[in-house]
Each structure stands twice: as structure tokens, then as C-alpha cells.
């Protein structure tokens, strides 16, 4: 059996046309919320709060003790009309019973079976090997609130016969391909969300990490044991027993590094296994697609990205940097599954 695992991010939904941006969240928050301390923040400097987790820790230096009820009293505001904000657009999310239903699992099994088909050769052939006569299990761990990815793998599940489906390698080697379950490491938008910062490292206020549970609130780690949810076990399994590992939508955060760290380790492992990165990268105006200096400008910069915030040391990227490829604008997961 090969395990092939895939990450996804808020990509996946800005993708299929969801509006779930930070940027799209902060002018619903800020303007329904014009008294409160958090959206007062955020309205002053948008760019200071371009990845929320990141701007919740670095304002609680600005909390002093006596304010800290407030600021509780105003991130719990925050995580409630964050919510509301998700499941009102999840509500555009219609993938129904008919053709676009069908087209939405075809177009889900196509992107996962031929998730390596737009790479260079030499990676192509080594993926192949590893799959080649195999039964394979696709898995799922979203950094997603909403259950965009669900709706849409269940969709895919539906077309086959109890989420297997049959597949013939040459004339004779019959194998299967199964769809797992989707594990939302963050939990969704009506149970145990999870919305905070990596480590300690991250709260620019130190007297809140004298509290243990201020660390339980803020640390992503933290709040997920806290719950006694088992989700991190869970997710560790899936990408332990994977060969290959695909990172989609996913900005590759430091508030996420422990996830980056993991699969590092994993890489290191295995030296037969793969991490696949995508990202995107936009045309110059009144281009088609981006030239090839802005592709692997990007691919670049997303290497760079994923060490940097994995914290990799210059021996360790020698070490795996050939297990990692970055992918640009693949033509994977495109649904029309959104009512405008």
C-alpha cells in the first residue's frame, strides 16, 4: 500500500472561488466591529495583520495586565465572527446532486491521480516507480476551518464504490485507489477551532507565557492537546506511513513550523520519498501565464520559504533539498462549485 498525502491550505478555497482571504475577512471584522480592540487594531495597520495568527501574537505586547480580561473578551469576539464569516461563505458552495456533482468528482480523481503529470521528467519517473503496481490511499489533512475539501471529496467518493476504485497497471496487475477521511488539524468552524501561534517564541508578550493558560489559548500546539483530540497523533501517522507528501494552498507560515519541522524529519527518513509544493504565480498584465524567470523566481522564493520557517540548517537542506520540488500553477483542483 502507498500512502499520498495531501496538505491544503486556504488556497484550495480561494480556488474554487471562495472569498476567504484574511483581507476579505478583516473588512467584514472591521466594519462590524468598529468599536472593538482587535478590529481597531487591524484597521490601523493591515499590513502589520497580514497573517492574523502572527498579529495576535505580537499585539499582546501592547496588553498590559489590567487589559488582559479585554483582550481575551475581544479575540474570542474575533474567533466568533471569523465563524460566521466562513460559514457564510460555505454557503456559496453548491456542488449538488447532478452533472456539476459529477464534474466535481471527476475533476477531484483527476487532480489526485495525476497530481505529478505537469513535472519534469525525472520526477515524474520517480513517482511512478514508487506507485507503479501499488494500492494507493489519498489522504487528507486540511488547515481549513470549512468543509470545502470534504464536500468536494465526498462528492468524489460517491462516483466510486465506497471510496475504491479499481485500476489496471499493464493488461494484467489489477490495484485500487482509495479515498480517506479529511482531518482537520484546526478543526472546523463549529468544533475545537484552532487559531493561534507555533511556540512561545511567537508571543511578543512574555508575561503571558508565565500563565499556563494563556499558552493554551494562543499556542496552536497547546489548545490542540488541551482538547485531547488526538489530532496530532493522528496527523503524524498519516504523514509517517506517506511516500509522498503535496503541499497545496498552504502560505507555509511560521505559526505552522512545527508542521514544516515534521515533515523534514520525515523527508530524512526515506531518502525515496517526496515533498511536492505548489504556488502560484501571476502573469505580468496582458500576459497569459507568467514567463519562465517569474516561475522559477517563485519556485525560489517557496523553497526559501518552506527552510526558512522549517528552520533547516545549511547541511540538513544539502541533505534533502532533492526530495523537495516546487510546482507553479498546476492545473489541479478546479471546480466550479461556487453560486456567484
Request: overall charge negative.
Amino acid at each position: 500500500m502507498t500512502r499520498i498525502t495531501f496538505l491544503i491550505g486556504n488556497g484550495f478555497d480561494v480556488n474554487v472561488g471562495l472569498d476567504t482571504r484574511y483581507s476579505d475577512f478583516y473588512q467584514y471584522y472591521t466594519k462590524n466591529n468598529p468599536d472593538d480592540m482587535l478590529a481597531k487594531a487591524i484597521e490601523e495597520k493591515y499590513v502589520d495583520w497580514s497573517d492574523l495568527e502572527l498579529g495576535l501574537g505580537r499585539y499582546t505586547e501592547q496588553v498590559k495586565e489590567e487589559d488582559e480580561d479585554a483582550f481575551w473578551r475581544s479575540e474570542e469576539n474575533l474567533e466568533q465572527e471569523l465563524m460566521y464569516f466562513l460559514e457564510n461563505q460555505m454557503k456559496r458552495v453548491n456542488i449538488g446532486d447532478g452533472e456539476r456533482k459529477r464534474q466535481t468528482a471527476n475533476e477531484m480523481k483527476r487532480s489526485l491521480t495525476e497530481f505529478y503529470k505537469e513535472m519534469p521528467v525525472a520526477i515524474r519517473n520517480h513517482i511512478s516507480n514508487l506507485i507503479v503496481e501499488e494500492d494507493i490511499v489519498y489522504s487528507f489533512i486540511t488547515f481549513n476551518y470549512t468543509d470545502t475539501l470534504d464536500r468536494c471529496v465526498d462528492a468524489t467518493k460517491s462516483i466510486m464504490i465506497s471510496g475504491v476504485e479499481r485500476r489496471y497497471v499493464g493488461t494484467s496487475v489489477c490495484c485500487v485507489s482509495t479515498l480517506g477521511e479529511v482531518l482537520h488539524i484546526h478543526g472546523t468552524t463549529n468544533k475545537e477551532l484552532v487559531l493561534g501561534v507555533n511556540d512561545e517564541d511567537q508571543i511578543a508578550n512574555k508575561s503571558f507565557n508565565a500563565e499556563p493558560i494563556n499558552k493554551q489559548c494562543l499556542i496552536k500546539e497547546e489548545t490542540n492537546k488541551s482538547y485531547r483530540n488526538g489530532k496530532i497523533e493522528e496527523a503524524r501517522e498519516i504523514i509517517d506511513e506517506s511516500v509522498i507528501i503535496c503541499l497545496f494552498g498552504l502560505s507555509l507560515g511560521s505559526t505552522d513550523k512545527m508542521w514544516w519541522r515534521y515533515i523534514c524529519e520525515w523527508l530524512r527518513e526515506d531518502r525515496e520519498r517526496r515533498l511536492i509544493i505548489y504556488t502560484r504565480v501571476a502573469a505580468e498584465e496582458g500576459r497569459r501565464e507568467a514567463g519562465r524567470r517569474k516561475k522559477f523566481v517563485g519556485q525560489k522564493n517557496m523553497r526559501n520559504r518552506f527552510r526558512a520557517n522549517a528552520e533547516i540548517s545549511d547541511e540538513e537542506w544539502d541533505e534533502l533539498s532533492e526530495q523537495i520540488y516546487v510546482e507553479c500553477n498546476a492545473e489541479l483542483f478546479k471546480f466550479e462549485i461556487v453560486d456567484k
